[in-house]
């Protein structure tokens, strides 16, 4: 099955999902790895240019699967016998889905609106489309937002991998195969 169903999640939905996953790692790493550099320092530079050309690259996973997600909201949630347990779930979910989509739209923000001005993917150079007269007070913005969210997204992909182990090895009751078979 392609779409999602009431009994589980479709192709797409775990093809994104997984993407998604390996895409949102690898950024995080790469990202972690800038304060590893002395600031001003060619390697911090390099490290810096990586993680943007990387992060834009993955836009072309992540924003679709976000697009997915969000004109597909009614996916099945697991049901467990605590409420605390069913709610946390929700929050995980949600908060998943906004910090991606904050650090999708504050990372190139962040960089255009820096004294960069401009994102190079591989040797093709983003310029920015940001007016300068909103480069101060974007780049407040968009730094901190970026920043938080990273920190907020290592959180929440532990609580959700802890959750799916939990249903895994605890519960065993079906919910982890459902991010790695289609619904029929």
Not at 140 to 167: D, N, S, Y
Request: positive net charge; charged residues 15%.
């Amino acid at each position: 099955m392609i779409k999602d169903t009431e009994a589980g999640y479709g192709a797409v939905s775990i093809l994104f999902h997984w993407l998604g996953a390996l895409a949102i790692i690898a950024i995080w790493l790469l990202g972690d790895r800038i304060d590893d550099f002395a600031r001003a320092s060619a390697e911090r530079s390099a490290a810096q240019g990586l993680h943007f050309a990387v992060a834009f690259s993955c836009l072309i996973i992540l924003v679709p699967r976000l697009v997915w997600r969000f004109l597909h909201l009614k996916t099945p949630l697991a049901e467990t016998n605590s409420p605390f347990l069913d709610f946390t779930a929700k929050i995980v979910k949600w908060g998943l889905l906004a910090a991606m989509t904050i650090l999708v739209i504050s990372g190139p923000i962040d960089v255009w609106t820096s004294r960069r001005g401009a994102i190079d993917v591989f040797g093709w150079v983003i310029s920015s489309p940001i007016p300068t007269s909103l480069n101060g007070v974007l780049h407040a913005v968009a730094g901190p937002a970026h920043v938080i969210c990273a920190k907020a997204i290592l959180i929440l992909v532990a609580l959700h991998v802890l959750g799916a182990l939990k249903h895994l090895v605890y519960d065993r009751d079906g919910v982890f195969r459902r991010m790695l078979v289609p619904a029929k």
